[in-house]
């Protein structure tokens, strides 16, 4: 359930004081005219406010995700404001504006050149007709981008160059006419009934050849569409689409080719130029005036009448050019389109309803106003024989334009200023070194600039930095040129040394520099290009290679330079395309290089010899293979090249699957071998699940500024701050993780030592442990700096003065100085960047008045919660998720001083208990035994409960209080799918955030909103129909075990995360009566079903049933309305969410995923809601399943902190067990009886089982045993009435549990405690039976030597108490309401082999312990009233809670 980038991430980007580039390539402007989107050759989209009237553009978004060019546009409907993309390499997705994020992304692979969104007759959703480089034409779903079907041509089979979807007036079919490279013209028709799934295909129904060669445009007239134009390089025509006759044909002007035209209006049409120009020509007027309005029959005779050969070549009056004044030559071809004005204005000079936009390789927009003639104002400027009217541009607006209009530049990751000579500078590469915190910068003038990023972010964004506590910088000097390629190979593997960093540039080289001296060490020179990129080989090669780097260049070689050895050690340089891949095959020995013609040349490292060079699909085989190998061996390849901003993108994807198959690998073991130390079992998940802090550069092409995106990975941060917590309590010393203290001072060089260096003094200083580079003050880790910047600029600032008060003072939070550009990751992995907008403009530096302050930092917070509805949830997310991080591991706070003084009052606490506990530790150790009564210990633990209560109002005002600050204007609330995505996220924290912002979300939707939430959804539940059965088990209390493989099971199941985690139901639900319902068939359907189970069972357990009562449900049926203290549990939407959880959950097919969180939600909302769905659940069914998620799974260990996540299999056995747990809690009663019905069953198959031939020993009833004591022992302690009331049942579970043999040598109380909490139920060990009074009056006798149970009858009441005499001849029985005591005699044969059959010997009847004569015993639990004592074998004393006693003889 949990996506792609499953781990939660908040991007920040950091533009710098240049606009990126932006060569567009293709544009479209919204139905409402309101906003524009451009591509680019680089794979970036962006967004264009444009204003009302004037159409000035201002941009606003970046949309990345696209690998290479943008090659179409398309808007998907009038209505929805979302739109279709498509690339180069044949990715297409699908972006929503509102909330700013892609919602769908797949590949195909057919390139796209051409997309039109139109939703065909008799379909529920929309459809996307593509057409391209190729043949046919792909009709793909709005919804799901799921190929329909396609449309192929049998005549004539050629590239589709543009195409047209119409619907003829007079006609039930949908008409689709396309038009090919070659000239053929083609028309298909589609039928309403035509259902195509991606296999069918629909061939033309007619076809004709024009008089026309490389034609890529097709356009029809809007109000009569039989009028069709077409362009080609070398002219337009027009043409009657009804029998595909000329009507009309203009040649380019000499020296221009045409690039495309569009109509205006009826008489007039605009053609496009490749060199930015455009044309307006008249059409002919008595060409035009044939042409019949569509469905009109009247002038078809004249219509299709035979022209002449001189009306044919009758062309077009040209009246008009659009061109930018004083223009300079165009890299690119620009990008054009045409849109209506919805109203006339009359502000312009002239009066216009047409409007022509342009879309350039310099990124800007130029909209040009056509104006509207007359006829016979037109007529007199065609015939007026002057030059042609040129128009110029009445708006024109650039990206460079919008960013010099901020006043104030863009806060970098570096700024100009902060150096002497204050000149300017272009970032050519960068690195980050997260276990540092340094900044790596390559310049464009060749210097390295070496930086502590978290002082230098915290001058950038936030008030009140000082002069002093600037960041140093470090500048290394060596290269004649840009630095191109910067490499720390000790982050990628610690093999190398830590005090390394190699940097490749423009001038040919490859030098290593030595961080501790900061000089240069090395200089190789042995490539005759451009450094493109530096690598490092994957563990597996030779030592030789391991003691290399790799080196790829712009002359298209690559070489292995030997760090040890100062020396290439291979030179590969016989390729003759550009490099595109590096993969490695270190079993082999060989090292792969993929070229972009698609060439592999396969080296061997060891030689240097050039093996095979192979081509076509072999070469895609053998990368394939290299990488299916290198995930065993935990190899990687690198992609060359790609575009860099990507990068991040895939390392995000990679990373966290790498990190779960790691943490899946290593799982539990690691904790174990950790030998008990929770710290360090901590420190192996931190590092498994990367770091806090990712800076990854962006840019769209290698002539920009590199801008810096800061990601924040929510997870890893909250992992690294438990790991640093619970290092600092790890009491063994020699068990600790060696703590690192950093040290501050102005001399960077003096004070910086690199961990792991090698110590030039030798003897005993050399085997000093290293200390750790820290630019953070003394006294702050790094995962708490890095969440005090993401604390700070994620707060609300300036909605409640006072809070903001308490959390700077308290808490020590920053505030920010100026707006911050967000990023938004979508589910599919691709990004949206905010631009700067006037309101980056403002800063605020002090001195200023506290009231401008907070006004200005109101104005940010309701610009940031306004955005979108994804990033309020994802930022919601993060701040209730970090803030209960930082209050559970002991109040910690951001100032400095506090954080030293609570690390020592731990201390001091952790001694002082050690002191008082221990003996034989010397005196100093001794009087430390009074610290924790102290009154400074007295008062810091004060601060604490003020420091948490400051944690909680301020989780409280995000989770609760935040819409209402706002005000609902400026608020976008949370997306709820996300959020039901996070319900059973992998990390502790972020589940339980992302719950309690859903449930606080629901609270104020209220009663009528969750109601209308419910009716949008129950539309997608699956109809389990009363016959269906989900397939469960072969025999019921006997389901299949599980394989228990020798590795964890983690292992060998899909890894979570993902859409994939949102599973197929596998169950063809009823099709609902909503014709906006996307396909029955689609992933989206499917995937809208498993978000309609989840939050409808959310609403149902937190809820009560009465919220899901007056719905519509899939089958049409409307429940009565009426007041929900009086509704039943007969409501069909309640029964189909509970079939539909108990599905999820009891089935065991193959294709559901074992350990999903969709799985996991399941889990959770059955225990949550079991009082809900009870009635329509099979409980035997679901509680066998539950305790079947529990076995084969290892146990963490007892001090492993609760918010670590767990192996996909460990956690779904924890959801498991706290599902038993709430079911158990909910209905006692139900829970026992039908553990005790699957007993039963059990047992009466074991007599049957040879006959059956069934293996009866890995029945889950069976292996359960263990979590059923533990259940029980829950229950006992929360519910104790509620298992007396069923007593008799209870010892059929537990003696089902234990073994007789132990119970026969131990005993029954020793080895379940809890049972002896009942005074109903009692043991002899003389003759091994089991005596249990019941509720109904019958005395239970279990013998445990032949495992039978008899039952006896002897009260009319409850027996509230029974026990054995000493010699364990006899036994007493004790009534209380009845006021009756029973002796019965057990006795033996001859010799004691055997034994007679109980009876009662002696009936008494109690004067003083009576339920009568004591009224006070009505407040007690009614088992604990009375208890029984044998004095000596004939006397019984019995005892009443309330101190009375009487004595009984025999």
Not at 130 to 146: K, Q, R, T
Not at 275 to 302: C, E, H, I, M, W
């Amino acid at each position: 359930m949990q996506t792609a980038s499953s781990s939660l991430a908040v991007p920040i980007i950091l533009w710098g004081n240049r606009c990126p580039t932006h060569c567009i390539s293709s544009i479209l402007i919204s139905p409402q005219q309101d906003v524009c989107v451009t591509g680019s050759h680089d794979g970036q989209m962006c967004l264009w406010n444009l204003k009302s009237n004037t159409f000035k553009a201002t941009p606003s978004r970046i949309f990345v995700g696209h690998t290479r060019a943008v090659t179409c546009l398309a808007w998907l409907s009038p209505a929805a404001k979302s739109f279709f993309s498509c690339s180069e390499a044949g990715e297409m997705s699908l972006w929503d504006l509102d909330d700013s994020s892609c919602t769908e992304a797949v590949t195909s692979g057919f390139v796209h050149t051409m997309a039109q969104a139109y939703n065909l007759v008799g379909r529920r959703s929309g459809q996307i007709f593509c057409n391209g480089y190729y043949p046919d034409i792909m009709v793909y779903d709005a919804a799901s981008l799921s190929l329909l079907f396609r449309l192929s041509s049998k005549i004539n089979s050629d590239w589709i160059t543009s195409v047209i979807v119409m619907k003829p007036a007079q006609s039930a079919d949908d008409v689709v006419v396309g038009l090919s490279l070659s000239g053929s013209m083609k028309v298909w028709t589609i039928p309403p009934d035509f259902n195509g799934q991606g296999r069918e295909f629909i061939f033309e129904n007619e076809s004709k050849q024009l008089r026309v060669q490389n034609a890529w445009t097709l356009k029809s007239c809007p109000t009569f569409p039989r009028t069709m134009l077409i362009v080609s390089p070398t002219t337009w025509q027009i043409y009657d689409a009804g029998d595909f006759s000329l009507l009309c044909s203009t040649h380019v002007p000499k020296g221009l080719y045409w690039g495309g035209g569009d109509f205006l209006n009826t008489e007039q049409v605009v053609i496009y130029a490749t060199d930015g120009t455009a044309y307006l020509y008249r059409l002919p007027a008595k060409r035009v005036a044939r042409v019949p309005f569509p469905g009109s029959d009247a002038n078809n005779q004249q219509f299709r009448r035979t022209v002449s050969t001189s009306e044919k070549e009758l062309g077009g009056s040209l009246f008009g050019i659009l061109k930018i004044p004083n223009a300079t030559p165009l890299s690119c071809e620009p990008s054009w389109t045409i849109f209506r004005s919805a109203s006339a204005t009359g502000e312009y000079p002239f009066h216009v309803t047409s409007y022509v936009i342009r879309g350039d390789a310099r990124g800007r927009i130029s909209v040009w106003a056509i104006p509207e003639y007359t006829k016979d104002q037109l007529t007199a400027l065609i015939n007026s024989g002057g030059e042609v009217t040129e128009h110029a541009p009445f708006e024109i607006t650039s990206m460079d334009a919008e960013w010099d209009r901020l006043t104030r530049r863009q806060p970098g990751i570096i700024d100009r200023a902060e150096f002497d000579d204050g000149g300017s500078f272009k970032i050519t590469s960068s690195l980050y070194v997260s276990m540092h915190g340094r900044m790596f910068l390559g310049m464009e003038d060749g210097a390295i600039i070496m930086l502590p990023l978290m002082q230098k972010l915290c001058i950038q964004f936030f008030i009140g930095k000082k002069t002093p506590e600037m960041p140093v910088y470090r500048i290394l000097r060596g290269h004649e040129g840009k630095v191109t390629a910067l490499l720390y190979p000790h982050q990628d593997d610690p093999r190398y040394d830590p005090g390394m960093l190699i940097s490749g540039g423009i001038d040919f080289t490859v030098r290593v520099w030595d961080l501790y001296q900061c000089h240069l060490q090395h200089t190789f020179v042995c490539q005759a290009g451009e450094i493109l990129q530096l690598l490092t080989p994957p563990s597996g090669c030779n030592t030789r290679v391991l003691n290399s780097i790799c080196s790829i260049a712009s002359d298209h070689s690559v070489a292995l330079l030997s760090l040890k050895e100062r020396k290439a050690i291979m030179m590969a340089s016989r390729h003759v395309f550009p490099i595109q891949a590096v993969k490695w095959r270190p079993v082999d020995d060989f090292l792969l290089v993929q070229c972009s013609d698609g060439t592999v040349y396969v080296w061997q490292m060891e030689t240097g010899h050039l093996d095979r060079v192979v081509q076509g699909s072999a070469a895609e085989d053998i990368m394939k293979a290299c990488d299916e190998q290198l995930g065993e061996a935990g190899g990687f390849g690198e992609d060359i090249a790609a575009n860099p901003t990507l990068h991040l993108f895939r390392a995000l994807k990679h990373r966290n699957m790498d990190a779960a198959r790691q943490a899946a690998k290593l799982g539990l073991k690691n904790m174990s071998a950790a030998g008990g130390n929770s710290a360090a079992a901590v420190e192996a998940w931190a590092k498994g699940f990367g770091c806090p802090l990712t800076v990854q550069a962006v840019r769209s092409n290698s002539l920009d500024q590199e801008n810096h995106l800061l990601l924040f990975d929510v997870e890893a941060l909250i992992l690294q701050l438990l790991a640093e917590e619970n290092r600092g309590e790890t009491s063994d010393p020699a068990k600790a993780t060696p703590r690192m203290e950093p040290k501050t001072g102005s001399d960077w060089k003096s004070t910086s030592v690199i961990p792991g260096a090698a110590s030039v003094t030798g003897g005993a200083e050399a085997a000093k442990p290293a200390k750790h580079i820290a630019f953070a003050p003394e006294g702050m880790s790094m995962a708490m700096e890095v969440a005090q910047i993401l604390i700070s600029l994620l707060y609300a600032w300036g909605l409640d003065h006072e809070m903001d008060k308490l959390c700077v003072e308290k808490l020590g939070m920053l505030q920010p100085k100026q707006a911050v550009n967000y990023g938004i990751m979508s589910k599919t992995g691709f990004m949206t960047l905010l631009l700067p907008t006037p309101l980056h403009r403002k800063s605020i530096e002090l001195p200023q008045p506290q009231e401008r302050i907070r006004d200005m930092l109101s104005n940010l917070t309701r610009n940031h919660w306004s955005l979108s509805s994804t990033l309020t949830t994802v930022h919601l997310m993060t701040i209730v998720s970090v803030a209960n991080t930082l209050m559970n591991i002991q109040n910690a706070t951001f100032h400095q001083d506090y954080e030293k003084r609570r690390k020592l009052h731990k201390r001091l606490v952790r001694m002082d208990t050690s002191a008082v506990t221990s003996s034989g530790l010397p005196d100093a150790t001794q009087g430390l035994g009074g610290y924790t009564t102290s009154d400074v210990a007295q008062t810091f633990v004060e601060q604490q409960a003020l420091i948490k209560q400051t944690w909680s109002q301020l989780t409280a005002m995000h989770c609760v209080l935040l819409s209402e600050r706002l005000g609902y204007e400026n608020y976008k609330p949370p997306d709820v799918e996300i959020l039901i995505r996070r319900w059973q996220d992998r990390c502790l924290e972020i589940r339980t955030g992302a719950q309690a912002l859903i449930l606080s979300e629901l609270r104020r939707m209220g009663t009528h909103g969750r109601r209308r939430l419910i009716e949008r959804w129950a539309v997608y539940l699956p109809n389990f129909q009363e016959s269906e059965k989900p397939p469960v088990f072969e025999v019921r209390p006997m389901p299949p075990p599980v394989a228990v493989a020798e590795t964890p099971a983690s292992e060998n199941a899909p890894e979570a995360g993902g859409d994939d985690d949102f599973e197929d139901l596998q169950n063809d639900p009823l099709l609902a009566t909503d014709p906006n319902l996307p396909s029955i068939y689609s992933v989206e359907y499917r995937k809208k079903q498993s978000v309609a189970i989840l939050l409808l069972g959310i609403i149902g357990a937190e809820f009560g049933a009465e919220t899901l009562s007056p719905v519509r449900t899939p089958t049409g049926d409307r429940t009565p309305t009426g007041r929900p203290d009086n509704l039943q549990f007969t409501d069909p939407v309640i029964r189909l969410v509970g079939k539909a959880l108990s599905y999820i959950v009891v089935n065991q097919d193959e294709k559901l995923q074992p350990y999903s969180s969709l799985r996991r939600s399941a889990v959770d909302l059955l225990g949550r809601g079991f009082v809900v769905w009870e009635p329509f659940l099979d409980v035997g069914h679901v509680l066998l399943s539950l305790l079947r998620l529990t076995l084969d799974v290892e146990r963490p260990p007892a001090n492993l902190p609760a918010s670590v996540p767990l192996t996909p299999a460990a956690d779904m056995a924890r959801a498991a067990r706290q599902a038993l747990d709430m079911i158990a809690s909910a209905r006692p009663p139900v829970f026992i009886t039908v553990t005790n019905m699957e007993i039963t069953r059990h047992n009466s198959l074991i007599q049957s089982a040879q006959t059956l031939n069934i293996n009866l020993n890995n029945a889950v009833i069976v292996r359960a045993k263990e979590e059923l004591l533990r259940t029980l022992d829950l229950l006992i302690n929360k519910n104790p009435q509620s298992v007396a009331d069923l007593i008799v049942e209870v010892i059929d579970v537990v003696i089902h549990c234990l073994d007789p043999g132990r119970i026969k040598n131990s005993g029954l109380v020793e080895l379940f405690p809890p049972i002896g909490r009942f005074p109903m139920v009692a043991y002899c060990k003389q003759n091994r039976r089991v005596a249990v009074g019941s509720k109904k009056g019958g005395v239970f006798i279990y013998e445990l030597r032949g495992m039978k149970v008899q039952s006896y009858s002897g009260h009319g009441l409850a027996v509230a108490a029974i026990e054995f005499a000493p010699d364990g001849k006899h036994f007493a029985s004790f009534s209380l309401r009845e006021g009756k005591l029973l002796f019965w005699q057990i006795g033996a044969t001859l010799f004691g082999l055997g034994s007679t059959q109980p009876r009662c010997v002696k009936t008494c009847k109690a004067n003083t312990v009576l339920w009568q004569n004591w009224p006070e015993l009505k407040e007690h639990m009614e088992y604990r009233l009375a208890r029984l004592r044998w004095i000596t074998n004939k006397d019984v004393l019995c005892m009443l809670i309330n101190g009375k006693e009487e004595k009984f003889s025999l």
